[in-house]
C-alpha cells in the first residue's frame, strides 16, 4: 500500500475525511503506545540506573541517553520521511522500539548499565519518532483544523500516562531478583503492536515538483517567528525533562516509595496530555503566543510548589502542573512552526524544530543527575528560572514586533 501524494487525495468529500478521521484516530493509539514507551523509561531509568551505575553520579545517564536517542534521530527521521514517506519511518521507529525493550530486560538480567545505556538510546529513537505524528496528524486536515488535529493525537498521550506506570506497577516483580525485566519485555511487546496500527496509515507526501520548490532551510530558520517557536518549545521540553528526570530519583532519595513515584509520573503524563483534548480550541480561540505564555506560566508555579517541600503532595502537585505546562508550551510552539512552512517544506522544518528541541534538551538531562546527587532537589527547582525568562522574552519580543507591524 502506498502513500497517497498531495495531489491524489480521495475523490470526494466524504472519503477525504473518512481516511483523515481513520489516520488520526490510529496515530492517536500509537501516540498511546509510544508514549507509554517513555513513560516507562522514566518511571524506571534513573532507579535503574542507580542501581547498575558503577557511580552514583552516573545514575540519570540512561534517561540522558534516551534524549540523545531522540536528538540524534530527528534529522535523519526526516530526511527518511521526505525520501520514502513518513509511513517508513515510522515502522522504523517502532523497531528501534522493539530493540530498546529487548536490550533493556537483557541489561537487567546480566546487570550491564552500559547495555542499558544503549537500550534507551534506542528507545529515544522510537520516541523521537512518536513526537511527529502530531505533525503527521495536520497534514490529514485543512489548514483551519491543523490545531486541533495536533492537540487531538497528542491527547493518546492521556492513556499512555496510564499505560505505561500501570504496566511498570504490575510486572516490576514479575522476573525476581531482576526487577524491570519483565517491565522492558512488556515495553518491547507495545512497541510491536504499535507497528501494526501504523502499517496503514496512508499520509500524503509531496510531489517531486513541489518538493524542488522549497524554500533554503536556512531562509526558514531566520524568521523570527520560527526562532520564538523554536526557544519556546525548547524551553518547555527541557524543563520537562529536566525536572522529571530528576523527580523519581529525588523521591527515592526523600525516603519516598518507589510506587508513589510510579503513581507521580503517571499522573505527571496524563497532566502532559489530558488538556490536549482542548489545547487546539484554545489555540484557535486565544492564539498560539497566549498558550505558550500559559503554559511558562505554569512550569514556573511547578518550580515554586517543588521548593516548599518533599513531602508526596509537594511532588505530585509540581509534577502535574509542570505536565500542563509543558503541554500548552510545547502544543502552542508546534502550532507556531506549522505558521512558519509551505506543505513541501514540512520534513525539514519540522525535522529542524525538534532537532533544536531534544538536542538541547539533552544538555539538561546531563546536568539534572549531576547537580541532583551534588546539590539537591531545590538546586534543581531554582535553576529552571533561567530558561523560563529568556522564554518569555522571546515571546514578548515577537509579540511586540507583530504589533508594531499592525
Given at each position: 500500500?502506498?502513500?497517497?501524494?498531495?495531489?491524489?487525495?480521495?475523490?470526494?468529500?466524504?472519503?477525504?475525511?473518512?481516511?483523515?478521521?481513520?489516520?488520526?484516530?490510529?496515530?492517536?493509539?500509537?501516540?498511546?503506545?509510544?508514549?507509554?514507551?517513555?513513560?516507562?523509561?522514566?518511571?524506571?531509568?534513573?532507579?535503574?540506573?542507580?542501581?547498575?551505575a558503577?557511580?552514583?553520579?552516573?545514575?540519570?545517564?540512561?534517561?540522558?541517553?534516551?534524549?540523545?536517542?531522540?536528538?540524534?534521530s530527528?534529522?535523519?527521521?526526516?530526511?527518511?520521511?521526505?525520501?520514502?514517506?513518513?509511513?517508513?519511518?515510522?515502522?522504523?521507529?517502532?523497531?528501534?522500539?522493539?530493540?530498546?525493550?529487548?536490550?533493556?530486560?537483557?541489561?537487567?538480567?546480566?546487570?550491564?548499565?552500559?547495555?542499558?545505556?544503549?537500550?534507551t538510546?534506542?528507545?529515544?529513537?522510537?520516541?523521537?519518532?512518536?513526537?511527529?505524528?502530531?505533525?503527521?496528524?495536520?497534514?490529514?486536515?485543512?489548514?483551519?483544523?491543523?490545531?486541533?488535529?495536533?492537540?487531538?493525537?497528542?491527547?493518546?498521550?492521556v492513556?499512555?500516562?496510564?499505560?505505561?506506570?500501570?504496566?511498570?506497577?504490575?510486572?516490576?516483580y514479575?522476573w525476581?531478583?531482576?526487577?524491570?525485566?519483565?517491565?522492558?519485555?512488556?515495553?518491547?511487546?507495545?512497541?510491536?503492536?504499535?507497528?501494526?496500527?501504523?502499517?496503514?496509515?496512508?499520509?500524503?507526501?509531496p510531489?517531486?515538483?513541489?518538493?524542488?520548490?522549497?524554500?533554503?532551510?536556512?531562509?526558514?530558520?531566520?524568521?523570527?517567528?520560527?526562532?520564538?517557536?523554536?526557544?519556546?518549545?525548547?524551553?518547555?521540553?527541557?524543563?520537562?525533562?529536566?525536572?522529571m528526570?530528576?523527580?523519581?530519583?529525588?523521591?527515592?532519595?526523600?525516603?519516598?516509595?518507589?510506587?508513589?513515584?510510579?503513581?507521580?509520573?503517571?499522573?505527571?503524563?496524563?497532566a502532559?496530555?489530558?488538556?490536549s483534548f482542548?489545547?487546539?480550541?484554545?489555540?484557535?480561540?486565544?492564539?498560539?503566543?497566549?498558550?505558550?505564555?500559559?503554559?511558562?506560566?505554569?512550569?514556573g508555579?511547578s518550580?515554586?510548589?517543588?521548593?516548599?517541600?518533599?513531602?508526596?503532595?509537594?511532588?505530585?502537585?509540581?509534577?502535574?502542573?509542570?505536565?500542563?505546562?509543558?503541554?500548552?508550551?510545547?502544543?502552542?510552539?508546534?502550532?507556531?512552526?506549522?505558521?512558519?512552512?509551505?506543505?513541501?517544506?514540512?520534513?525539514?522544518?519540522?525535522?529542524?524544530?525538534d532537532?533544536?528541541?531534544?538536542?538541547?534538551?539533552?544538555?539538561?538531562?546531563?546536568?539534572?543527575?549531576?547537580?541532583?546527587?551534588?546539590?539537591?532537589?531545590?538546586?534543581?527547582?531554582?535553576?529552571?528560572?533561567?530558561?523560563?525568562?529568556?522564554?518569555?522574552?522571546?515571546l514578548?519580543?515577537?509579540?511586540?514586533?507583530?504589533?508594531?507591524?499592525?
Amino acid at each position: 500500500m502506498s502513500e497517497i501524494t498531495a495531489n491524489s487525495v480521495p475523490a470526494t468529500a466524504s472519503s477525504y475525511y473518512d481516511s483523515a478521521r481513520g489516520n488520526v484516530a490510529r496515530l492517536t493509539i500509537a501516540q498511546a503506545l509510544g508514549g507509554a514507551n517513555s513513560a516507562v523509561v522514566y518511571s524506571t531509568g534513573a532507579v535503574v540506573g542507580n542501581i547498575l551505575a558503577p557511580n552514583a553520579a552516573l545514575a540519570t545517564l540512561p534517561i540522558s541517553m534516551f534524549v540523545v536517542g531522540m536528538a540524534a534521530s530527528t534529522l535523519p527521521a526526516g530526511a527518511i520521511a521526505r525520501g520514502y514517506g513518513r509511513r517508513a519511518a515510522f515502522l522504523i521507529g517502532t523497531g528501534c522500539g522493539v530493540l530498546g525493550g529487548l536490550l533493556a530486560a537483557i541489561a537487567v538480567v546480566i546487570g550491564s548499565f552500559w547495555l542499558y545505556c544503549v537500550a534507551t538510546l534506542f528507545s529515544g529513537s522510537y520516541a523521537s519518532v512518536v513526537v511527529s505524528f502530531r505533525f503527521a496528524a495536520a497534514e490529514c486536515v485543512s489548514p483551519e483544523r491543523r490545531p486541533r488535529a495536533l492537540s487531538f493525537v497528542m491527547a493518546g498521550g492521556v492513556f499512555a500516562g496510564v499505560i505505561g506506570p500501570q504496566l511498570v506497577n504490575n510486572t516490576m516483580y514479575l522476573w525476581m531478583p531482576h526487577m524491570f525485566a519483565a517491565s522492558y519485555l512488556a515495553q518491547a511487546a507495545l512497541a510491536a503492536i504499535s507497528a501494526l496500527l501504523l502499517v496503514s496509515v496512508r499520509l500524503p507526501k509531496p510531489t517531486a515538483a513541489e518538493a524542488a520548490h522549497g524554500r533554503p532551510l536556512s531562509i526558514v530558520a531566520r524568521q523570527p517567528r520560527f526562532i520564538t517557536a523554536v526557544i519556546c518549545g525548547v524551553v518547555s521540553y527541557l524543563l520537562m525533562n529536566f525536572l522529571m528526570t530528576a523527580a523519581p530519583l529525588a523521591m527515592q532519595l526523600c525516603g519516598l516509595s518507589q510506587k508513589s513515584s510510579n503513581l507521580a509520573i503517571q499522573w505527571h503524563v496524563i497532566a502532559m496530555y489530558a488538556p490536549s483534548f482542548f489545547t487546539g480550541r484554545l489555540i484557535n480561540r486565544l492564539g498560539a503566543p497566549s498558550v505558550v505564555l500559559s503554559g511558562l506560566v505554569l512550569t514556573g508555579l511547578s518550580a515554586a510548589v517543588g521548593l516548599m517541600g518533599v513531602d508526596v503532595a509537594h511532588f505530585w502537585i509540581a509534577l502535574i502542573l509542570l505536565g500542563v505546562g509543558w503541554n500548552f508550551g510545547f502544543v502552542g510552539a508546534s502550532a507556531l512552526v506549522l505558521e512558519c512552512h509551505r506543505p513541501e517544506e514540512r520534513e525539514s522544518v519540522q525535522s529542524l524544530n525538534d532537532f533544536a528541541v531534544f538536542g538541547t534538551m539533552t544538555f539538561g538531562s546531563f546536568l539534572s543527575g549531576g547537580l541532583l546527587t551534588a546539590y539537591g532537589w531545590n538546586t534543581v527547582l531554582g535553576l529552571s528560572s533561567v530558561p523560563l525568562v529568556m522564554a518569555v522574552i522571546a515571546l514578548a519580543t515577537t509579540a511586540h514586533a507583530r504589533f508594531a507591524h499592525a
